[in-house]
T-cell receptor
Framework: DSGVTQTPKHLITATGQRVTLRCSPR?????VYWYQQSLDQGLQFLIQ???????AKGNILERFSAQQFPDLHSELNLSSLELGDSALYFC????????????FGSGTRLTVV | AQSVSQHNHHVILSEAASLELGCNYSYGGTVNLFWYVQYPGQHLQLLLK??????LVKGIKGFEAEFIKSKFSFNLRKPSVQWSDTAEYFCAVAYGGSQGNLIFGKGTKLSVKP
């Protein structure tokens, strides 16, 4: 157990639907990162939050959005889902949000059918 | 654009063989360098990291990596692999001035035959 908790572990949904992935960071960590892992693209950085505020944005589609709540948990919302959105979505957390060394959660496997 | 290249897609070794996995990154000034491992069905775990100082970094499970600035490389090594090292290995870079988000290589799958 890494201390970063992601739910659900698996999600199967239909095209056009909307889903929400949840991440609870390790205790004491203020920064949350979201990554997408797919076979063709590898691990792609989506977005980072630090203490409730958006810090950095990567290759995140407009159909995707995220937020970090006052209790520091984060949610990634994926809407108008397409087959190509099927992937493993990882959350990671760190104390400072700088430097890059952080702890990953176990991921949510999203399958869009 | 900033990028990370891992030379080998799949490496197959016998137990006790030595391992070296290549990693190169594109120039971007100051960097922090990482190797992560992902065992089948599990999350990514940090093997080792380099921020500054001694370019030879020792990590967990007997792994080490050497930062060669002139070659923009950060190769991972292990003198003698075990079957339990079968996993996927990812090199990652955080560029100086970034907010800490990592750029990952595509990964190298290591299969160790018993």
């Amino acid at each position: 157990d890494s201390g970063v908790t992601q739910t659900p572990k698996h999600l199967i949904t239909a095209t056009g639907q909307r889903v929400t992935l949840r991440c609870s960071p390790r205790s004491g960590d203020l920064s949350v990162y979201w990554y997408q892992q797919s076979l063709d693209q590898g691990l792609q950085f989506l977005i980072q939050y630090y203490n409730g505020e958006e810090r950095a944005k990567g290759n995140i589609l407009e159909r995707f959005s995220a937020q970090q709540f006052p209790d520091l948990h984060s949610e990634l919302n994926l809407s108008s889902l397409e087959l190509g959105d099927s992937a493993l979505y990882f959350c990671a957390s760190s104390v400072s949000g700088r430097g890059g060394g952080y702890t990953f959660g176990s991921g949510t496997r999203l399958t869009v059918v | 654009a900033q990028s990370v290249s891992q030379h080998n897609h799949h490496v197959i070794l016998s137990e006790a063989a030595s391992l070296e996995l290549g990693c190169n990154y594109s120039y971007g000034g100051t960097v922090n360098l990482f190797w992560y491992v992902q065992y089948p069905g599990q999350h990514l775990q940090l093997l080792l990291k380099y921020f500054s100082g001694d370019p030879l970094v020792k990590g967990i499970k007997g792994f080490e990596a050497e930062f060669i600035k002139s070659k923009f490389s950060f190769n991972l090594r292990k003198p003698s692999v075990q079957w339990s090292d079968t996993a996927e290995y990812f090199c990652a870079v955080a560029y100086g001035g970034s907010q800490g988000n990592l750029i990952f290589g595509k990964g190298t799958k290591l299969s160790v035959k018993p």
